[in-house]
């Protein structure tokens, strides 16, 4: 079983969750996918410079993520 990992940055003001095209991702397990999903969620947030601290606050964002567990059939690539 393989899982598909969403992560979502989403706004309290505005009610509103938006991702990035690098999403889904598939890990192979899901310790790996909350693993990356944590991950993931501090970089886009904080590590990479892609909201200030003004925006978080006056947006009032969040991360959020997802991993949903898939059957793997062997058409799956990681």
């Known amino acids: 079983m393989k899982f598909i990992l969403t ?3 989403c ?3 505005s009610g509103d969750c938006y ?3 690098q999403y889904p991702k598939v890990l192979n397990n899901h310790y790996d996918c909350i693993r990356q999903g944590l ?3 501090y970089e886009i947030l904080y590590a ?3 909201f200030t601290e003004e925006q978080i606050n006056k947006l009032q964002l969040y991360p959020k993520f ?3 567990p898939v059957k793997d059939e ?3 690539t990681t």
Do not use: R
Request: aromatic share 4%; hydrophobic share 30%.
């Open 19 to 21: 991702t990035n095209p």
């Open 74 to 76: 062997g058409k799956i």
């Open 48 to 50: 990479e410079n892609n």
């Open 11 to 13: 706004s309290v003001a």
């Open 39 to 41: 991950s993931d969620s």
């Open 7 to 9: 992560v979502f940055v």
């Open 66 to 68: 997802h991993c949903e």
